[in-house]
């Protein structure tokens, strides 16, 4: 196993620590490391792979919050099996995983509120570029690929949406943030519906729709929440939308028919 670790491939312009978790999940999920394989110790690992301690631990957070691996006290980290996997939220001692989404569904709705409001055809480039390197992603099954152009999308809804004091707001808990779009990942088989959403987000903003867009993010917020098995409750106003909307769609139906008769 230890021909594993034997140097990482170059990788020019990535973070060392990105390099680094992209490389042991190649090996995780190509089959080079096995469930319940032990890893080499950090001292070790950082050596053979040629990177700092600190960048390897990086990475090793970041493979442990989306279950790749499991890092037990005194023992080390061990490759994590697929019906084993279970993500690791570090930020108990400040707050809850529901704390966060809650904040969430206020700050980050009301961003892409403004967003598509305020930006230009260069912002939704921007935007679009994170999708489609997040569909790239789940094309080659590169977890951690996505979760990085994920990353960037929600960074550029704050930098974008024109309100210096939302971005502020933003950037002291952005870990805490990024976390949460992280351990939804878990799921593999629902990636699908992480990229969509984010499909439909950008639609919105770039059909310059405001009140869709904070409604889709919404929808985001909550169904990454409910991924991770916390159930966030819809507002009233959704609840009363949701409710009306068979209603609307049946007399859209009846008044075509009689268009179509016309």
């Not at 919050?65 to 980290?77: E, F, K």
């Not at 999708?131 to 979760?147: P, T």
């Not at 729709?209 to 966030?232: G, T, V």
Request: proline share 5%.
């Amino acid at each position: 196993m230890s021909d594993a670790f034997a140097g990482l491939p170059s990788a020019p312009r990535k973070p060392a620590p990105r390099h680094v978790s992209d490389h042991l999940q190649q090996l995780i999920l190509r089959g080079g490391l096995r469930p319940g394989d032990r890893l080499p110790s950090q001292r070790e690992l950082s050596l053979q792979l040629g990177v700092s301690r600190p960048s390897l631990r990086e990475a090793m957070t970041m493979l442990e919050t989306m279950g790749l691996v499991t890092i037990r006290v005194g023992s080390g980290a061990y490759v994590a099996s697929a019906e084993g996997r279970a993500p690791l939220w570090r930020f108990s001692d400040r707050c809850s995983p529901r704390d966060v989404y809650e904040a969430r569904y206020g700050l980050e709705s009301y961003a892409a509120k403004l967003v598509a409001r305020m930006a230009d055809a260069q912002g939704v480039a921007r935007l679009a570029a994170c999708v489609e390197a997040m569909r790239a992603a789940l094309g080659n099954q590169d977890i951690v690929a996505m979760a990085d152009a994920d990353a960037r999308f929600h960074d550029l809804l704050f930098e974008l949406c024109g309100n210096p004091v939302l971005a502020g707001m933003y950037r002291p808990v952005r870990d805490l943030m990024v976390e949460t779009q992280r351990l939804p990942m878990i799921r593999w088989t629902r990636l699908e519906d992480t990229l969509r959403e984010h499909v439909d987000l950008l639609a919105k903003i770039r059909a310059r729709n405001a009140a869709a867009a904070e409604r889709s993010m919404k929808h985001h917020i909550r169904s990454a929440a409910k991924r991770f098995d916390i159930e966030l409750q819809p507002e009233q106003s959704e609840k009363r939308r949701a409710a009306v909307a068979p209603f609307v769609q049946r007399r859209s139906s009846k008044t075509e028919a009689k268009v179509e008769r016309i």
